[in-house]
């Protein structure tokens, strides 16, 4: 069973605020949902070799596709806050 | 005027072919028809205001005695996909105000092809939803009956289609987000083969399981739509090399009907619906056999624990800091906590959390562990299934488009809705949903969908099946 207190702690883990009276619909919605998702565990199978399929999610190299402040003006115009072209934001230490 | 515009690309490419009409006027009669009939649809969350701008573009390429599948024609764009200098929300207040930097690779390739954008469709908030009630700007509704939802995820550009207001529309399928509001208003919707389409500039939700791909009025349109969409992108590694072969056409198909999966929970109506469809492929000379392939009917299951952890990683990327909704808190953590939860809508948070569940240190083998090997053998099990017969049917959807409200308190009947359809995102291949039959709802004749799944790349055998259920084909 998932309780009010779990509810909190995986809000905690994922930043998120949720407000006190929603923790109890919150924790049986997922506790149902979790009871239904259960039923994988009948086709789950250790023994089974893991395959890497063919198509599969692949990440893009992290390199610079773009030209140095192509984009820059338009990014900065999205920040919350910010000192010309840095992004502001509170005092980390 | 309105009586007298296209309502398919072959249509309106026709018609400005033969200069009968010209992008300029086809657009203004898509915009007056929006001004007439979005107010009660509310399909589009905005129109552009550049509509003629482009259209006049259009007329220019034309009249150069340039050509092409998409010149000229208006379609309408899930609010989720980026178009350079257009707010794109994803019907969350999170990004309300979020203006795109760059074109998504979808919208780049169409408009060297020449489309008209008219503007960008409602949806269930972050694609996260089967009804698009879960959009932060308020319910679309159903073209064909308003008192029921549209379907969703992608319901505004559903709607946008069935409406008449927009020739074409683009939309995103995690778990079934094309095809089951495709079903629920009685047009053509593809999920293409993961990785066919390319997803940069789309916002991500499941990435192992998200696709781009069309809602049309007929099967023709969304193979024409298609052709311009697909194909490899630098940007998005997962898309296929263009080299690799689709599957060949053939004249007599095997289609498997996995019976076993649709006794329980589906309605009779859409049953009797599916099984005229049937009928109609065999009389068209193509042999209908019985397949058995228990592992599927765990696909929902599987799909409700990889999805939410792939939604609860991808979305970790919405803290308020560099762009989207911004809530000051106590300090500079507080500041990401007051954010999300103001910025994230009620199913986007469950599923967050449920992801974080999933995917947290004591629960990740019995969860998220189980469905990756759960989806090995779906996977497995599809393909020796695959072997033979060339296509899976089933509904798209176990029943007809319902009542706006009627499930909103309920998120597991919801996920019901898409028993049918997340198998072929849990297993990467393509899958259309094309109208076939209705069925009788309050005196209202309501669409039903027939879903055909063919193995990757198996998109021509969709088009050719699909076109016999249309009528569009022999």
Redo the contacts between chains.
Sequence with gaps: M?SKD??KK??E???????ERELDT?AG??D???G???????????E?E??T?????????DVI?NKPGE?TE??V?????SDDTS?R????L | MSTTLPTSIREARALLESKKMTAVELAKGYMERIQASDKDLHAYLEVYDDVLEQAKQADARIAKGETGPMLGVPIAVKDNILVKGKTASASSKMLESYVATYDATVITKLREAGAVFLGRTNMDEFAMGSSTESSAFGLTRNPRDPSRVPGGSSGGSAAAVAGDIAIAALGSDTGGSIRQPAAFCGVVGLKPTYGSVSRHGLMAMGSSLDVIGPLTHSVEDAETLFSVIRGRDAMDSTTIPDDRPFIEQKKVYTIGVPRSFLTKGVDPDVLAAFETGLKTLEKAGHNVVDITLPTIEYSLATYYIIMPAEVSANLARFDGVRYGLHKDGKDRTDDYRQSRGAGFGKEVRRRILLGTYVLSSGYYDAYYGKAMQARDRIRRDAREVFKKVDVIATPTAPTPAFKIGSKTSDPLAMYLEDVFTVSANIIGIPALSVPHGTAMRDGVELPVGFQLMAPELGESTLFSLGKVLTGEQA
Excluded: C, G, H, W
Aim: proline share 4%.
């Design positions: 998932i779990d509810v995986l809000a883990l994922s930043l998120l605020a949720v407000e919150l919605e997922i149902s949902i979790l239904y998702v259960s039923e994988v565990t009948k086709l789950a199978d250790e089974m893991r395959e399929p063919a198509l599969r999610n692949v990440m893009r190299l596709t984009y338009a990014i115009a999205q920040f919350p806050d992004l934001v509170k005092k980390i």
